[in-house]
Nanobody
Framework: QVQLVESGGGLVQAGGSLRLSCAAS????????MGWFRQAPGKEREFVARIGTLGITTYYADSVKGRFTISRDNAKNTVYLQMNSLKPEDSAVYYCAAGPNIAVAPDYWGQGTQVTVSS
């Protein structure tokens, strides 16, 4: 069992930066690929980024590639999402997720953190 708690969301102007954190409980953290997803009002939840268990392999949605960076610290049971050059269309609730099939069907989800980018 893994419990995930996101933090770091907030209001930022377009072009600004935010860093999201996701703290995980449970000893199994380092066994799971981790990911970030987001959901804007009236839209379906969409994939943002994922990272392998060792923090070496990463993959990004085209919409955030070159602007967002996912990383993890297994010693701290934490995964991060550094978001730079933010755009109003990045506004959404951001969710942390974990599981062996992270790309398709994560097993565990956080409660989400709101990111709002003003123009």
């Amino acid at each position: 069992q893994v419990q995930l708690v996101e933090s770091g969301g907030g209001l930022v102007q377009a072009g600004g930066s935010l860093r999201l954190s996701c703290a995980a409980s449970g000893r199994a953290f380092s066994r799971y690929p981790m990911g970030w997803f987001r959901q804007a009002p009236g839209k379906e939840r969409e994939f943002v980024a994922r990272i392998g268990t060792l923090g070496i392999t990463t993959y990004y949605a085209d919409s955030v590639k070159g602007r967002f960076t996912i990383s993890r610290d297994n010693a701290k049971n934490t995964v991060y999402l550094q978001m730079n050059s933010l755009k109003p269309e990045d506004s959404a609730v951001y969710y942390c997720a974990a599981g062996p099939n992270i790309a398709v069907a994560p097993d565990y989800w956080g409660q989400g953190t709101q990111v709002t980018v003003s123009s």
